[in-house]
């Protein structure tokens, strides 16, 4: 009988949707930006004759292309600056507009299906100019990153306030125009080929062009294991910890933890590795959170409190998505529900013992973690105000008892 190690598979194209559709959050005028540049790119690529694995790199290249914005608030702005403006005016920006492209390369490139992707994501701003544009910083730009540039800057140019028909000639016309100077002269031809066809325009702005995308390109049938799946959500857990900078490793102890604690509750070795990998994730549905918010050093005001309180329904919704992760997202997703039915955002009473981990992970990392702010609490306060959250039927008392039997093992897994 094959291992669950062996059995428990998840596609990567599931995957990589699910986090473009979790970055789609971090800016309001984002909407699916990422969505359209993924299909537009995955177009040029398929007119250019590329091969299907080029194909499949430029459709995850799409999807993350803009994964190094959470670093920074100043690339957040870069980031509504590029969404609001075709020609941009590089003096005018808080930063470097390649800088988000080399941050996502090295975010990305850790895991090895990505390397490829992270390489055109690295250089999605470098304009054509005349040849000049074959090489950037002393590396060669590749083709798929020409794709992306003009995919990019092509996916917010349709006005949602008119007809996407009305609106494809002035368009095409504006490409024609930068071509060579802006765009590559073949790459600029081939979207003049594909954008000839009145249904490209429609799937541009169709709200559901994931399954479009889905079926024309998503036939990909790389699948994930165990422990390909825990190094993609660590990644996912990293780009999370970006975005929240006073909690620089938070999600990588949350995981840890929660297999260290899984482990000593009697976890077989295979579900105390989806432990970890609700470790990594159950934070992701922060990007919904204005940084403003997540950055902000004093208390929150009730009303901030509240808008914090929707990351774990934003967890369970992207989560939600992926096909094979549901054990996983209901134990990452209720990390926040109480045992008295008090917790938020579902107010469940009948929490599993997976989401009961993580909730106790969670609290554990975060009341002993070094912020900027504050020092971490020592073993005897860390342990107390588990027991006291124990004692108010917050939490589970009985994993509380195992972290407090094994503390000082579970404790040097954060270090």
């Given at each position: 009988?094959?291992n669950?190690a062996?059995?428990?598979?998840?596609?990567?194209?599931?995957?990589?949707?699910?986090?473009?559709?979790?970055?789609?959050?971090?800016?309001p005028?984002?909407?699916?930006?990422?969505?359209?540049?993924?299909?537009?790119?995955?177009?040029?690529?398929?007119?250019?004759g590329?091969p299907?694995?080029?194909?499949?790199?430029?459709?995850?290249?799409?999807?993350?292309?803009?994964?190094?914005t959470?670093?920074?608030?100043s690339r957040?702005?870069?980031?509504?600056?590029?969404?609001?403006?075709?020609?941009?005016?590089e003096?005018?920006?808080?930063?470097?507009?390649?800088?988000?492209?080399?941050?996502?390369?090295?975010?990305?490139?850790?895991?090895?299906?990505?390397d490829?992707?992270?390489?055109?994501i690295c250089?999605?701003?470098?304009?054509?100019?005349?040849?000049?544009?074959?090489?950037?910083?002393?590396?060669?730009?590749?083709?798929?990153s020409?794709?992306?540039?003009?995919?990019?800057?092509?996916?917010?140019?349709p006005?949602p306030?008119g007809?996407?028909?009305?609106?494809?000639?002035d368009?095409?016309?504006?490409?024609?125009?930068?071509?060579?100077?802006?765009?590559?002269?073949?790459?600029?031809a081939?979207?003049?080929?594909?954008?000839?066809?009145?249904?490209?325009?429609?799937d541009?702005?169709?709200k559901?062009?994931?399954f479009?995308?889905?079926?024309?390109?998503?036939?990909?049938?790389?699948e994930?294991?165990?422990?390909?799946?825990?190094?993609?959500?660590?990644?996912?857990?990293k780009?999370?910890?970006?975005f929240?900078?006073?909690?620089?490793?938070?999600?990588?102890?949350?995981?840890?933890?929660?297999?260290?604690?899984?482990a000593?509750?009697?976890?077989?070795v295979?579900?105390?590795k989806?432990?970890?990998?609700?470790?990594?994730?159950?934070d992701i549905?922060?990007?919904?959170?204005?940084?403003?918010i997540?950055?902000?050093?004093?208390?929150?005001?009730p009303e901030?409190?509240l808008?914090?309180?929707?990351?774990?329904?934003?967890t369970h919704?992207?989560?939600?998505?992926?096909?094979g992760?549901?054990t996983?997202?209901t134990?990452?997703a209720?990390?926040?529900?109480?045992?008295d039915?008090?917790?938020y955002?579902?107010?469940?009473?009948?929490?599993p013992?997976?989401s009961r981990?993580?909730a106790?992970?969670?609290?554990f990392?975060?009341i002993?973690?070094?912020?900027?702010?504050?020092?971490?609490?020592?073993?005897?306060?860390?342990?107390?105000?588990l027991?006291?959250?124990?004692?108010?039927?917050?939490?589970?008392?009985d994993?509380?008892?195992?972290?407090r039997g094994?503390?000082?093992?579970?404790r040097?897994?954060?270090?």
């Amino acid at each position: 009988m094959p291992n669950q190690a062996t059995r428990y598979r998840v596609k990567l194209f599931d995957m990589v949707l699910g986090l473009s559709r979790a970055l789609d959050l971090l800016h309001p005028a984002i909407g699916d930006h990422h969505m359209r540049v993924a299909y537009i790119a995955c177009c040029l690529a398929e007119e250019l004759g590329l091969p299907d694995e080029d194909v499949q790199t430029v459709l995850i290249a799409g999807a993350l292309h803009d994964v190094g914005t959470v670093s920074s608030s100043s690339r957040l702005h870069l980031l509504g600056e590029a969404l609001r403006n075709y020609h941009i005016d590089e003096a005018t920006l808080l930063e470097n507009i390649h800088a988000h492209g080399f941050v996502g390369r090295g975010m990305l490139r850790e895991f090895l299906p990505f390397d490829a992707a992270a390489r055109a994501i690295c250089f999605h701003h470098v304009e054509w100019n005349f040849g000049r544009g074959q090489e950037f910083t002393g590396e060669e730009v590749p083709l798929l990153s020409a794709i992306l540039h003009l995919a990019d800057r092509v996916a917010i140019l349709p006005d949602p306030a008119g007809y996407v028909l009305a609106q494809a000639r002035d368009i095409r016309e504006r490409v024609a125009l930068d071509s060579g100077k802006r765009f590559h002269p073949e790459v600029a031809a081939a979207f003049q080929t594909v954008s000839g066809k009145e249904s490209f325009w429609l799937d541009i702005v169709n709200k559901h062009k994931e399954f479009t995308i889905h079926r024309r390109f998503g036939h990909s049938e790389l699948e994930l294991d165990l422990e390909a799946l825990i190094k993609l959500s660590g990644i996912f857990g990293k780009i999370v910890d970006f975005f929240t900078p006073f909690t620089a490793t938070h999600s990588l102890s949350v995981a840890l933890v929660s297999e260290g604690l899984g482990a000593h509750l009697g976890f077989s070795v295979e579900q105390a590795k989806l432990l970890r990998i609700a470790g990594h994730l159950h934070d992701i549905g922060k990007l919904a959170v204005p940084p403003a918010i997540l950055h902000k050093p004093d208390k929150l005001t009730p009303e901030e409190l509240l808008v914090v309180k929707q990351h774990p329904y934003y967890t369970h919704q992207i989560l939600s998505t992926v096909p094979g992760l549901e054990t996983v997202n209901t134990w990452a997703a209720l990390h926040h529900e109480r045992l008295d039915g008090r917790g938020y955002p579902y107010q469940h009473t009948d929490v599993p013992l997976g989401s009961r981990i993580v909730a106790v992970a969670d609290i554990f990392a975060a009341i002993t973690e070094e912020r900027p702010y504050r020092k971490g609490m020592e073993q005897a306060r860390a342990i107390a105000v588990l027991d006291q959250m124990a004692c108010e039927n917050a939490i589970d008392g009985d994993v509380v008892a195992i972290l407090r039997g094994n503390y000082d093992e579970i404790r040097h897994l954060v270090r």
